[in-house]
């Protein structure tokens, strides 16, 4: 059969590898894709929202299944679209309906969701620009360090964790009143601070069955050691130590299957994937968020562990018999560093050749943020690669993709020598 994959990260990256691999694929095309991704399909020149434009070549090319890696897309209906045109309807797509997609695309909508079925999360309130008032009264009732999250999509910047009340005061009024983080941050949901250690647990529903994929946690900011400002993902590790057996179980009894039989009971249909950002307080499992696609850089570690066929999982999401697939898990352990640009998360640099890719020695590479200039690979976004060891132990996953991430150059590239120290 012939596949679309819609983005150009690395989690694409990862997917289009993987894919490629599978007796299933027949072709794989890749929209927009990367320097990387042409390696495994062919990159097509598309945007993720044109949803017009990706119909016509997906009926042009007879593409059987469109596979989505952003939320953007999903949160603005591309599934919806293909089921209201009768000669797109029958073509499956991997990712929610945007009333599903919401579980991302509104923090307010997933709190509540989160509330109404009972799903163990922090305590909040949200508020908009006429109840601001109410809300700077709310803070002053409240323990510190606060959480503060834009109610929609933000890129990642909508979150902000507040150490004062006169910080939290300030960065209320101007999320609501000046747009801090644009339509985004209309509403505002202020909620309590969990302390505890973060994972992710990446489900794959057909919105009946589910399976669990490979857990990880990934390392949000620039500097060694956790400081600095918060980035989209510097690294990440797979499985996680302290997510043993005992701790899954409380995940898969109190949030995983609540949040299954709560999308049926809403009437939500559900077909993909669901990144639940999880705190582990004192060995108790809280919902931080919800996502309504794979994680980056946690797909560059998860993928690589999934040793079945991955678009035979597909499949069974797509055709309701997911309960049927196989799911193989390597005992393995993924360490993944990300190499980004110099001066990210601020304004980077772009345009940087990229040289040494054919000095790594075990460990794989997924593009993220990389293009084909005339031949040459050049950096054209903040995260640039990510590179995967597959390794028996978590010294020996994160020493080789260290060492191999210092393999590769260009101008300004950074990377942390300490992804995983954490967990030894």
Known sequence: MKILILGSGGRESAFAWKISQSKLCSELFIAPGNAGTGAYGKNVNLKITDFESIAAF???NSIKMVLVGPEEPLVKGIHDYFLERPELENIQVIGPQSKGAQLEGSKDFSKQFMQRHQIPTAAYRSFTKSTLQQGLQYLESQKLPIVLKADGLAGGKGVLICETLNDAKTELTAMLTEAKFGE???????????????????????????????????????????????TGGMGAISPVPFADDEFMLKVQD??????????????IPYKGFIFIGLMNVNG?????????????????????????????????????N????????SPKIAATVMLVAGGYPGEY????????MDNVRDSLVFHAGTELDNGVVKSSGGRVMAITSLKTSYFEAMQCATADAGRIYYDGRYYRHDIGADLL
């Open 284 to 320: 108790e499992p809280y919902v931080i968020e919800y996502n309504v696609r794979m994680g980056d850089p946690e797909t560059e570690s998860v993928i690589p562990r999934i040793e079945s066929d991955f678009l035979d999982l597909l499949l069974g999401v797509a055709e309701g």
């Open 254 to 267: 109190r949030i995983i299957i609540p949040t299954i039989e709560g999308l049926k009971k809403d009437e």
């Open 58 to 60: 997906v009926l042009k």
């Open 184 to 230: 985004a941050s209309n509403t505002v949901v202020i909620e309590e601070f969990l302390s505890g250690i973060e994972l992710s647990v990446f489900v794959l529903t057909d919105g009946n069955s589910y399976k669990v994929l490979p857990e990880a946690k990934d390392y949000k900011r620039i500097g060694e050691g956790d400081t600095g400002l918060n």
């Open 349 to 356: 640099l772009k345009g940087r050749g990229v040289t040494g």
């Open 322 to 329: 997911l309960i049927e697939k196989e799911l193989i898990i």
